[in-house]
C-alpha cells in the first residue's frame, strides 16, 4: 500500500480556488487510481473524481462538473485537487485515496485536508 | 450514473449484537462493491472489496454478501471498537459513488 500525505489546512474566501496536494511515499503514482473525496462538516462521503496517471485520464462527478480539475505530476508522485468558484458549502474536508491493480477499491488514504471557506 | 442507497442511516446496538447493514445499487454493478468504516475524525479504511473480500486485518466478524443491485454488509458480536460510520461505494465504473452512510451507535 501507498502512503499518502496530503497539504495542510486552508481558509478559502467565496468566489476563490483551492489546491490541495497528495503525495505519494515512494514517490510513484503510477499504480494506482487516485480518488477524491470530500466530506462537509457532520456528513457523509462524496465522491469529487479521480485520475488514472498511467492513462493520462479524468472523471469527474456531476455535481462538481466545470468547477474541479485533477491533475498528476508523476515526476513528484503527487496529485493535486483543484476547486474553484468555492462557495461557503465547499467547507470540508478533502481526502485523497488510491487504489491498485486498476480497480476503484481505495485501499489507502490521505490525513485529510480541512478547507474552510469564509468571508 | 450509478447511485447507491444504504439503510438504515443509522442503528443503535449493543456489544454482543449482530448488526446488517444493506446497500442498493441504482443499476447491476455484479460484485463491484466496497464498504469502508470510518471512525470520527479519521479517513475511512477499507473493509470488504468486491462485494465479500475481507481486508487483511479486518476481523473475522465482519462479512460481506450479494451481487447485482442488492448487497449486505453483517458485524456478527459487535465489539465497542465497531461503533463507526459504514459506507457502501460501487467500484463498477467512473464516476464512483458512495451510499449515504449507516452510523453504527451504542444502545
Known amino acids: 500500500q501507498v502512503q499518502l500525505v496530503q497539504s495542510g489546512a486552508e481558509v478559502k474566501k467565496p468566489g476563490s480556488s483551492m489546491r490541495v496536494s497528495c503525495k505519494a511515499s515512494g514517490g510513484t503514482l503510477t499504480k494506482y487510481t487516485i480518488s477524491w473525496v470530500r466530506q462537509a462538516p457532520g456528513q457523509g462521503l462524496e465522491w469529487m473524481g479521480g485520475?488514472?496517471?498511467?492513462?493520462?485520464?479524468?472523471n469527474y462527478a456531476q455535481n462538481f462538473q466545470g468547477r474541479v480539475t485533477i491533475t498528476a505530476d508523476e515526476s513528484t508522485g503527487t496529485a493535486y485537487m483543484e476547486l474553484s468558484s468555492l462557495k461557503s458549502e465547499d467547507t470540508a474536508t478533502y481526502y485523497c485515496?488510491?487504489?491498485?491493480?486498476?480497480?476503484?477499491?481505495?485501499?489507502?488514504w490521505g490525513q485529510g485536508t480541512l478547507v474552510t471557506v469564509s468571508s | 450514473d450509478i447511485q447507491m442507497t444504504q439503510s438504515p442511516s443509522s442503528v443503535s446496538a449493543s456489544v454482543g449484537d449482530r448488526v446488517t447493514i444493506t446497500c442498493r445499487a441504482s443499476q447491476g454493478i455484479r460484485t463491484w462493491l466496497a464498504w469502508y468504516q470510518q471512525k470520527p475524525g479519521k479517513a475511512p479504511q477499507l473493509l470488504i472489496s468486491?462485494?465479500?473480500t475481507l481486508q487483511s486485518g479486518v476481523p473475522s466478524r465482519f462479512s460481506g454478501s450479494g451481487s447485482g443491485t442488492d448487497f449486505t454488509l453483517t458485524i456478527n458480536s459487535l465489539q465497542p471498537e465497531d461503533f463507526a460510520t459504514y459506507y457502501c461505494q460501487q467500484a463498477s465504473s467512473f464516476p464512483l459513488a458512495f451510499g449515504g452512510g449507516t452510523k453504527v451507535e451504542i444502545k
Open positions: 468486491a462485494a465479500s
Open positions: 485520475i488514472i496517471p498511467i492513462l493520462g485520464s479524468t
Open positions: 485515496a488510491s487504489a491498485s491493480g486498476g480497480l476503484y477499491y481505495s485501499d489507502s
